[in-house]
């Protein structure tokens, strides 16, 4: 689902402002996501929040998914949606790092070992923007911070999917998020304007339903139940899925140095992410 909106957001900060682009899509996938909890049960039962969740709502989901957006979708207008996808496929290392500090045991080398792979796979993709334009290079930096924000963002849920279940927090932190977005995307209308057509609704649409209501909720509740760099790992299907999107219907060439950087990154994900102590019989405390 993820593939397809990243595509769709391409193809929508093309010809839409970023910020207004991110803030209307989780407007309206909130808004959705909190009228089926208010009113049906189909989610589960619906909770008024306490001031205090309400808070960690703001401060934990709206403002980091906020943070994360900007990045992301001035990334996808500057650069390959395949290279933006390549780089969210990092946030694995990024989290694995985040969960554990360096120690003198084989878990703790082959986590950065892991992360070495990745920034090598990240250098494959920055080397052609530092010989080129100075705009691939910024979209390529975009995309790299989106990376590290996105594993930012994906701890922040965990910690509040403790509390509330992954619905409820997708529904809260993404109108929030969108609300935050709003006098930023205002602003960019009145500078640059909006055009409105079938298409362009219709493609809102699809990653409105199918980038910010049903993944993110599925995306949640697996936080729930798993640690942040488990969960994260999925994002290696985001490469794959999004180069075929981009590829079918942005007709996006698929660049020469995505199958090296790709290789690397997930090299360096499996790398940290694989049970070696069950595969090679040995302590993971070594």
Known sequence: MWGGNNAGTKWLVAVWPPIWTGAIRFVLAGLLLLAVLRFTSWLGEYRPLTAGLRRQLWLRGGLSLAIYIIAFNWALRLTAASHVALYIGASPVWTLLWEERPQRTWASARRYGAALLALAGVLVLFWPALKTARLDLLGEFFGLTASI??????????????????????????????????????????????????????????????????????????????????????????????????????????????????????????????????????????
């Open 149 to 286: 924000l996105w594993a930012n963002f994906s701890h922040q849920m965990r910690i509040l999917s403790a509390t509330l279940n992954g619905v409820e927090v997708a529904a809260h932190t993404m109108w929030m998020s969108g609300v935050g977005l709003m006098p930023f995307g205002l602003v960019e209308l009145a500078m640059h304007g909006l055009t409105l057509n079938s298409k362009s609704i219709g493609v809102l649409a699809f990653c409105v339903m199918f980038g910010g209501v049903i993944p993110y909720a599925l995306w949640n509740n697996a936080l729930r139940h798993w640690r942040t760099s488990q969960v994260v790992l999925f994002n290696n299907l985001l490469p794959l899925s999004t180069m075929i999107w981009a590829w079918l219907f942005l007709h996006e060439p698929i660049t020469s140095t995505f199958w090296t950087a790709m290789v690397l990154i997930v090299a360096g994900v499996v790398l940290g992410q694989a049970n070696w102590a069950r595969i090679f019989g040995m302590p993971e405390g070594l």
